[in-house]
């Protein structure tokens, strides 16, 4: 049973920080990629960062430069540094492993942790 559990979310000041995990268990954390999506109301679900295994990172423009993933693979952990943070970057964010041969392709989410950004 593959399980994604995030934590780390809040109320946060503009200009404030967060940092988001992502806990997983039941899969071979090492050998997969690893992303950070987030849902605004009215909105699509959006492709904020990536990490490939080998540590790669790919981010969204909307928040390079002020968000920072990484993974900590002896933990089984993904986290998300997010700085600067604007009013815009209100929303759900979601933990995600991509389908791959590794999950015999099959794409896992977790719950989501809300992150709000407000004065």
């Known amino acids: 049973q593959v399980s994604l559990v995030e934590s780390g979310g809040g109320l946060v000041r503009p200009g404030g920080s967060l940092r988001l995990s992502c806990a997983t268990s039941g899969i071979i954390f090492s050998i997969g990629a690893m992303g950070w999506y987030r849902q605004a109301p009215g909105n699509q679900r959006e492709l904020v960062a990536s990490i490939s295994s080998g540590g790669g990172t790919n981010y969204a423009d909307a928040v390079k430069g002020r968000f920072t993933i990484s993974r900590d693979n002896a933990k089984n952990t993904v986290y998300l540094y997010m700085n600067s943070l604007k009013p815009e970057d209100t929303a759900i964010y979601y933990c995600?492993?991509?389908?791959?041969?590794?999950?015999?392709?099959?794409?896992?989410w977790g719950q989501g942790t809300q992150v709000t950004v407000s004065s």
């Open positions: 995600n492993i991509p389908p791959s041969r590794a999950t015999g392709g099959l794409s896992y």
